[in-house]
């Protein structure tokens, strides 16, 4: 990198100040990650993702198995406005559920990851759904509104692809009932599952709904994932709050349970994390070197019309994305060098922020290196080529989009006597 800079003049000193400044920007992405490592620690040592595979195996056929599991995750994100803290709780339960269904993991983590990434679009209490509408001026309400032309169908049509899958994959899964009872029954014999156990879900719920900073409300969960585990499972004190940082571990004699539930801790997250500082840091390097700016600017020429500069906003934002690893910095860069130019054309600012969600937020689980695909896939411990065939809506929405623009539906325009602010 330095190689590269020296031609133009730009020492290194400035290269690694800039890499400073761009991962100040990820700063909470970062501490929520880590959050989201505590919690899962905490929530198998008090029960509650446990909980949730001993029952979810009693109600769950593997007939409806996939389009169940997408529409659990889409409801639990919504609610709470997070994506990562669904795939870390109700993603690994279901990971665990479909094993005994004798579902691919790769199949049940696609439906997990549309869910929570849906609901990360369209949630208001979701930091990317606000920061999105933010950074353009455009109105939360009607950004909301506004990516239901897009992502509308397109969850529409990734619910029947899952419910037609489940239809399929029902007639030639084995249904491991063995592996079920021995699953349930390392579950019953180790915890309590009264009602106690779902307290920590509860409390993270609330926190969120009241619109609490998503980090406190993490670790709200996880503390009260702590109490459960010490004063209703009787786990030792110490071993309770080890889990918050090291994560579960105990040894049962199913060695499938304890592949299950032996993960989580804050040091889960350290590789992830680590990757996620050296793609960010890099971004801001070449960011800095005017990289990013020339591709952007060869781009930009080929715009001639509203279908040609959505395609140009796609692959400019895949490319930040891809660059960077980070969706928060594709967004800036599309919000910096798009902005002005949808202005120009008389584009309400609505339709940029629609497809930053598009692209930008839900665009990472198609990148390997990306902070989201490498949290996916140390989180749920499914790979990223195994998932990969079946993200169905991270496909759909943004071919809508350019549907959208080239068709002219679903775009909104500022009126002839309408003022366009600056």
Avoid at 102 to 111: H, V
């Amino acid at each position: 990198m330095t190689a590269l800079a020296a031609p133009l003049g730009i020492s290194y000193n400035h290269l690694e100040k800039k890499a400073a400044e761009n991962l100040s920007g990820i700063l909470t992405t970062l501490f929520i990650i880590f959050a989201i490592g505590g919690l899962t620690g905490t929530w198998m040592a008090s029960g509650t993702v446990p909980a949730i595979i001993y029952h979810g195996m009693n109600i769950m056929s593997a007939k409806f198995f996939l389009p169940t599991s997408l529409l659990l995750c889409s409801v639990v994100s919504v609610a709470t406005g997070t994506s990562w803290g669904t795939l870390g709780t109700m993603g690994v339960a279901l990971i665990g559920i479909g094993a005994g269904l004798g579902i691919p993991a790769g199949m049940t983590a696609g439906a997990a990851i549309c869910g929570a990434w849906f609901g990360d679009k369209i949630s208001p209490l979701s930091d990317t759904t606000n920061f999105t509408a933010a950074i353009v001026g455009a109105p939360l309400s009607t950004h909301i509104k506004h990516m239901m032309y897009t992502t509308g169908p397109s969850y529409a049509v990734t619910l029947a692809l899952f419910s037609v899958l489940g239809l399929r994959i029902s007639q030639s899964s084995v249904l491991d009932a063995s592996l079920i009872q021995a699953t349930q029954e390392g579950i019953a014999s180790t915890f309590k599952l009264g009602l106690p156990v779902l307290f920590p879900i509860i409390v993270v719920l609330v926190l969120l709904l009241m619109r609490k900073n998503p980090t406190m409300a993490l670790l709200a969960g996880s503390l009260t994932g702590i109490l459960v585990a010490i004063f209703y499972q009787g786990s030792p004190s110490a071993a309770a709050f080890n889990c918050l940082y090291n994560g579960f571990n105990r040894e049962f004699d199913n060695a499938f349970l304890t592949s299950l539930l032996n993960r989580g801790g804050i040091t889960s997250m350290l590789s992830t994390s680590m990757t996620i500082i050296f793609c960010v840091g890099i971004g801001g390097m070449m960011k800095e070197m005017g990289v990013i700016h020339v591709i952007v600017k060869q781009l930009a020429k080929l715009i001639r019309s509203t279908g040609s500069l959505i395609l140009i906003s796609e692959i400019i934002g895949y490319i930040s994305q891809m660059l960077s690893g980070s969706h928060y910095f594709a967004d800036v860069m599309l919000q910096s060098t798009m902005l002005d130019i949808y202005k120009e054309k008389r584009l309400k600012p609505e339709n940029l922020s629609r497809l930053m969600e598009d692209c930008n937020t839900i665009g990472g689980t198609m990148i390997p290196w990306s902070s989201t695909a490498l949290y996916i896939v140390g989180t749920i411990g499914v790979s990223f080529t195994e998932y990969l065939p079946y993200i169905f809506l991270c496909y759909l929405t943004p071919l809508m989009g350019l549907i959208c623009g080239f068709t002219g539906w679903g775009i909104a325009h500022y009126k002839d006597d309408e003022i366009i602010p600056e």
